[in-house]
């Protein structure tokens, strides 16, 4: 947990960007696909389509670039100027080298260096606080936090129990310095007890691939839905209201709520954990469905145009890990100047 000191600069996010595949995977489609509806997949979801990165060759660092470089364009950033480069993923384009340093070359961040973190659904509030604490010690001006996923490339399209729920993009900000506006307070938790819940149970060090590993499809996402619902409702609803009281925010008190986009059921019993209405919910799951690391800043995009200097906003997330969290900020740039 990290509460901001009035001694350090505040951690701003002061620019996104954004990068959708152009595929649709709809509802009918994947009724084509599999033993499913259209009315039990919004019904239960709230999913009506999600994009599907098919270029030949791209995957990850590609999204990513293209998200960052969209930032770089409209904010008129010089990529030099970027100090580091974080970007959360599990589809890195391989175990190593880094997403980040793929992404640094091809947006000609030359002074930046960068890693990845790995959180799942929780990636890109965790890179946040991280790179956030690079600004507020000062080791650092500029920093891009990335949530990037290609999760159909883990995703099994005979299951019908994963395959409806996820989708391909990415999403991105800069963090700056600022006196006024940033990152107030974070709450943060992991709890590896339950990481069989939601796993890629092969391709990492216990288990490398294989004919054995790919013919059992251990390749590929696995998740018990169930228990993973009931531990994310509780938890974010939990962290949410946990960092409300700590900053003490009533709901009437809370602009946006930027919540992961798994399960519309989720978010809407987070809100209403918090006293919130709906149009105070930032919500797109329904376009795109469930993109990882990027439901977030996928969000901040879709929703910049509305955002102005002093709202305040609160992120959640909830993923595997488990993991999960929430973030109190303030906005510091008015987003009208910036709408499409
Ligand atoms: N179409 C039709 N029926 C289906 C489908 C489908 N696509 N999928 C499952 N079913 C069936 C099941 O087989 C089951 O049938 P049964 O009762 O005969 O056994 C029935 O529907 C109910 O299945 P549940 O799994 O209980 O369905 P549930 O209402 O829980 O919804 C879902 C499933 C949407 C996956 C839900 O459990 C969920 O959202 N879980 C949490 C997801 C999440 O938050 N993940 C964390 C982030 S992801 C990450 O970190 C990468």
Same mark, same amino acid.
């Given at each position: 947990?990290?509460?901001?000191?009035?001694?350090?600069?505040?951690?701003?996010?002061?620019?996104?960007?954004?990068?959708?595949?152009?595929?649709?995977?709809?509802?009918?489609?994947?009724?084509?696909?599999?033993?499913?509806?259209?009315?039990?997949?919004?019904?239960?979801?709230?999913?009506?389509?999600?994009?599907?990165?098919?270029?030949?060759?791209?995957?990850?660092?590609?999204?990513?670039?293209?998200?960052?470089?969209?930032?770089?364009?409209?904010?008129?950033?010089?990529?030099?100027?970027?100090?580091?480069?974080?970007?959360?993923?599990?589809?890195? +384009?391989?175990?190593?080298?880094? *997403?980040?340093? /793929?992404?640094? !070359?091809?947006? %000609? $961040?030359?002074?930046?260096?960068?890693? @990845?973190?790995?959180?799942?659904?929780?990636?890109?509030?965790?890179?946040?606080?991280?790179?956030?604490?690079?600004?507020?010690?000062?080791?650092?001006?500029?920093?891009?936090?990335?949530?990037?996923?290609?999760?159909?490339?883990?995703? +099994?399209?005979?299951?019908?129990? *994963?395959?409806? /729920?996820?989708? !391909?993009?990415? %999403? $991105?900000?800069?963090?700056?310095?600022? @006196?006024?506006?940033?990152?107030?307070?974070?709450?943060?938790?992991?709890?590896?007890?339950?990481?069989?819940?939601?796993?890629?149970?092969?391709?990492?060090?216990?288990?490398?691939?294989?004919?054995?590993?790919?013919?059992?499809?251990?390749?590929?996402?696995?998740?018990?839905?169930?228990?993973?619902?009931?531990?994310?409702?509780?938890?974010?609803?939990?962290?949410?209201? @946990?960092?409300?009281?700590?900053?003490?925010?009533?709901?009437?008190?809370?602009?946006?709520?930027?919540?992961?986009?798994?399960?519309?059921?989720?978010?809407?019993?987070?809100?209403?954990?918090?006293?919130?209405?709906?149009?105070?919910?930032?919500?797109?799951?329904?376009?795109?469905?469930?993109?990882?690391?990027?439901?977030?800043?996928?969000?901040?995009?879709?929703?910049?145009?509305?955002?102005?200097?002093?709202?305040?906003?609160?992120?959640?997330?909830?993923?595997?890990?488990?993991?999960?969290?929430?973030?109190?900020?303030?906005?510091?740039?008015?987003?009208?100047?910036?709408?499409?």
């Amino acid at each position: 947990m990290s509460t901001f000191s009035s001694t350090q600069p505040q951690a701003a996010i002061t620019a996104v960007g954004h990068f959708l595949p152009e595929r649709r995977l709809t509802n009918p489609d994947l009724e084509q696909m599999v033993e499913t509806s259209d009315e039990w997949i919004q019904s239960r979801t709230g999913i009506k389509e999600r994009r599907i990165l098919d270029d030949d060759g791209k995957a990850t660092a590609y999204m990513a670039t293209q998200a960052a470089q969209e930032l770089i364009d409209t904010h008129d950033i010089d990529p030099a100027t970027i100090d580091l480069i974080i970007v959360a993923t599990v589809t890195p +384009d391989m175990l190593f080298p880094a *997403t980040a340093c /793929l992404v640094q !070359d091809q947006i %000609g $961040a030359s002074s930046a260096w960068g890693f @990845d973190l790995s959180a799942a659904c929780s990636g890109f509030l965790f890179a946040l606080t991280n790179g956030a604490s690079f600004i507020e010690s000062g080791r650092a001006e500029r920093v891009l936090v990335i949530g990037a996923d290609t999760m159909s490339s883990i995703t +099994d399209y005979t299951d019908r129990s *994963t395959c409806i /729920l996820f989708g !391909d993009a990415a %999403g $991105a900000v800069l963090l700056e310095p600022s @006196d006024t506006y940033g990152l107030q307070d974070t709450v943060h938790h992991a709890d590896g007890a339950h990481a069989d819940l939601l796993k890629l149970p092969a391709g990492g060090s216990r288990r490398p691939a294989s004919h054995e590993t790919v013919d059992a499809g251990d390749h590929y996402l696995k998740q018990d839905g169930r228990p993973v619902f009931r531990h994310a409702v509780t938890g974010m609803s939990d962290v949410c209201t @946990d960092i409300m009281e700590r900053n003490d925010l009533s709901g009437s008190d809370v602009d946006y709520l930027v919540p992961h986009q798994a399960n519309q059921r989720i978010i809407d019993a987070t809100a209403n954990r918090m006293g919130l209405s709906s149009d105070k919910v930032m919500m797109n799951i329904d376009r795109y469905g469930n993109t990882t690391a990027a439901t977030v800043p996928l969000c901040l995009y879709d929703w910049q145009h509305e955002l102005r200097p002093g709202h305040n906003l609160v992120l959640t997330t909830f993923g595997g890990g488990l993991t999960w969290g929430a973030s109190y900020l303030t906005w510091a740039y008015d987003g009208s100047e910036y709408a499409d």
